[in-house]
């Protein structure tokens, strides 16, 4: 296909899939504060659950969590109540005992369970690696059927979220020995992590709040990826043609299409 028409395909592609990437807070959201920072929308049924538990003051037009403390031990124990609470009134997918910092800019605010993030609208950060073949074959990984979220669709190789206390970097290098079985020095000729888009998309237990960054690499003849962590089903090879008409049948997650999409575009037009 000339270089012209397909970046025609892609620009049209890329519309549609950031217009459902970047929508407007669920309805009756109320923005979140915590520690003098707005940092999230709260979904009208987390507010609801938490109305009562004296951990938050619910004003007309705001959700204050733990209002009058700081940043700290008294502060990171309360949003463990509070990601309790949610637990208990159902407000959550799942519970998965790992903590992401709740970040603004230019500061970390405290951390709480993963699975509270999208109730309450919090910004997380998601890692990528568009790993490459010598000849110009893109490694994707197909995700398991037991996921909670996009089961058994195609993503990136690696991809997934930054933990509390860790560097971009370093998730990304946990992210590929867990996902794709990749050594650190068989990724070591990566480029740096780039933002693609921040991700505001409803969500059916809230508000997906998200910075995609991507890195790109291209894998040793010879290198097979294997996934460690049981979380996916199937790795495989496939080529710039075979990727973008997966994309538009709808088989890749969203997030993957994003970024895989903006590779393509910056280095195969």
């Given at each position: 296909?000339p ?50 538990t004296g ?5 007309d ?5 733990l ?13 463990a109540?509070i990601?309790?609470t ?64 996009d ?8 991809g ?19 996902e794709?079985?990749l ?42 990826p294997?996934n ?42």
């Open positions: 296909m270089s012209d028409s397909l970046a025609a395909r892609l620009s049209l592609l890329e519309a549609d899939l950031r217009a459902q990437a970047v929508q407007a807070p669920p309805d009756h959201a109320r923005p979140v504060h915590l520690a003098g920072q707005r940092c999230g929308w709260a979904t009208l049924a987390a507010c609801d659950a938490l109305r009562d951990l938050v003051r619910l004003e037009q705001a959700l204050q969590l209002p009058g403390l700081m940043p700290g031990p008294a502060l990171d124990a309360g949003l109540r990601a309790d949610l637990r208990q009134a159902r407000c959550l997918r799942g519970w998965r005992d790992e903590l992401l910092d709740i970040t603004v800019p230019g500061a970390c605010l405290g951390a709480i369970e993963r699975a509270a993030m999208r109730p309450l609208g919090l910004l997380t950060f998601a890692v990528h690696l568009n790993a490459w073949t010598p000849d110009g074959r893109l490694w994707v990984a197909r995700r398991s059927l037991s996921k909670s979220t089961p058994g669709m195609w993503d990136t190789l690696v997934g979220l930054v933990g509390s206390g860790e560097a971009l970097d370093r998730a990304l290098v946990r992210e590929c020995d867990e794709a079985g050594d650190p020095h068989q990724i070591a000729a990566r480029g740096p992590l780039r933002t693609v888009l921040r991700m505001q998309r409803r969500l059916p237990e809230g508000y997906q709040v998200e910075d995609l960054l991507t890195s790109r690499c291209v894998l040793a003849p010879g290198v097979q294997a460690r962590d049981g979380e996916v089903m199937e790795i495989a090879t496939l080529s710039v043609a075979e990727v973008i008409a997966r994309i538009e049948a709808g088989e890749f997650t969203l997030e993957a299409a994003l970024v895989i999409l903006e590779d393509i575009r910056q280095h195969h037009l």
